[in-house]
């Protein structure tokens, strides 16, 4: 698919904040509309596969996505960097919906079946492979470096909408139709950001950035991008950073909070509260971020904020009852939302635009491929000594990643461009 990007100067973007910018709102309605279709994509997936078969199968069929996503995402990355990552989501997100609309199809005439679906997953995951490091890469592309921080705050929101908008409205849709229905909502709402995605307008390459992306196999493009983040003297502490934050929170806020609220006797009711007040609090930093633009200090901003929310993981375990564990959950997602998304805004801001694509294709695979390996050893953990000591560990972990954030000079002097 041969998609012409309309160029957009530096000039365009001067003075206009992300949040009043038009070709970042389309951009952001873009990303939403396909975040949405990925939420509602997944209970169809869900709900269609235990219809289908036994849970374990059920849970294969769930799982069979992760693994082309694990081993092809930084090839991903090249391709990202190599064609432009409008072009690329542009044309993963026609494949997605292609994809998803056929099966839908497929279960609305023959009828629900295993294979079908597991086909599709494989399918999703290996074009979200592509997907994730060219999202990553295209808010440097739309607005200028000075309000990349707030696009970042912007994208944290879409992610919170679409969280809560996309269950409801997947479950609505399998009441009224079944599977086929929902799957077919998620094709039409993934269709959605094609065309807007066709109007956002990006910003030219300069000309060694464009050197930097001529040339060369896939896989020296490959082994350039991985030297460039180990020699970077704030990406390749950050990404080490990043990636022990990750596996010291994905566990307890996942695997464990499941598991804590059953010992304490909080019910699934309890559980879900306390992922509202995680949710909450996430969606709070986005929004100081939406609006603020710009935090200084950001090096020190974001190790604070990852060494404080690991206190409050810790802290998590011990919450005498539903109500507390609320109030902990919710600054857990205030400290971890504004670490996270700090961390993201420096990515963007001190990577070179033409190794954006690659460098999220690393800080991508460091949070889905990695990070997801502590949920089962969390568990098994917790078995043998109870969520009290597992959650400090965790925080411990999770702490390390912000102490690594001080001790690195240039991470922990980093700022965010004006």
């Not at 993934?190 to 390459?205: C, G, H, K, T, W």
């Not at 804590?260 to 306390?274: P, Q, T």
């Amino acid at each position: 698919m041969t998609v012409t990007a309309p160029v957009r100067s530096e000039r365009d973007t001067a003075g206009h904040p992300a949040h009043r910018d038009g070709n970042v709102l389309r951009w952001l309605a873009a990303y939403t509309a396909s975040m949405i279709g990925d939420n509602v994509y997944y209970l169809a997936l869900s709900w269609a596969a235990v219809r289908a078969g036994t849970p374990a199968q059920a849970g294969l069929v769930m799982t069979a996505s992760a693994v082309p996503r694990a081993l092809l995402m930084l090839g991903g990355g090249v391709i990202a960097d190599r064609f432009g990552p409008r072009r690329v989501v542009i044309g993963s997100d026609t494949v997605r919906c292609a994809a998803v609309l056929a099966v839908a199809v497929l279960l609305f005439t023959t009828g629900p079946g295993l294979w079908p679906l597991a086909v599709l997953a494989v399918v999703f995951g290996t074009v979200d492979a592509v997907f994730m490091p060219a999202v990553g890469a295209l808010p440097a592309r739309v607005t200028s470096r000075d309000q990349l921080a707030r696009v970042q705050g912007m994208r944290g929101l879409g992610i919170r909408f679409a969280s809560v908008v996309g269950g409801p409205l997947g479950g609505l849709g399998v009441a009224l139709g079944g599977a086929a229905a929902a799957f077919g909502l998620a094709a039409l709402l993934i269709a959605v950001s094609v065309p807007l995605l066709v109007s956002v307008r990006m910003r030219e390459l300069p000309a060694d950035d464009k050197a930097a992306t001529a040339g060369g196999t896939a896989w020296r493009d490959l082994v350039a991008g991985l030297r460039y983040i180990r020699h970077h003297r704030v990406l390749a502490p950050l990404m080490l950073a990043i990636a022990l934050g990750d596996l010291g929170f994905v566990g307890p806020l996942n695997v464990g909070l499941a598991l804590l609220a059953d010992e304490r006797g909080w019910g699934a009711s309890g559980m879900g509260w306390v992922l509202a007040g995680f949710g909450v609090g996430a969606g709070a930093a986005s929004l100081l971020l939406t609006v603020r633009g710009r935090v200084p200090h950001a090096g020190h901003v974001t190790a604070y904020a990852c060494i404080a929310g690991s206190a409050a993981i810790g802290a998590l375990a011990h919450a005498p009852n539903v109500a507390a564990a609320v109030g902990v959950a919710l600054l857990v997602g205030l400290l971890a939302g504004l670490s996270g998304a700090l961390c993201g805004a420096l990515l963007q801001t001190q990577s070179d635009p033409a190794y954006l694509g690659r460098v999220t294709a690393v800080a991508s695979l460091v949070s889905l491929g990695f990070a997801p390996l502590s949920m089962p050893l969390s568990a098994a953990a917790i078995g043998a000594w109870g969520t009290g000591p597992v959650f400090v560990v965790s925080a411990l972990v999770c702490g390390l990643g912000g102490t690594v954030a001080l001790g690195a000079r240039d991470l922990r002097r980093a700022e965010l461009p004006r």
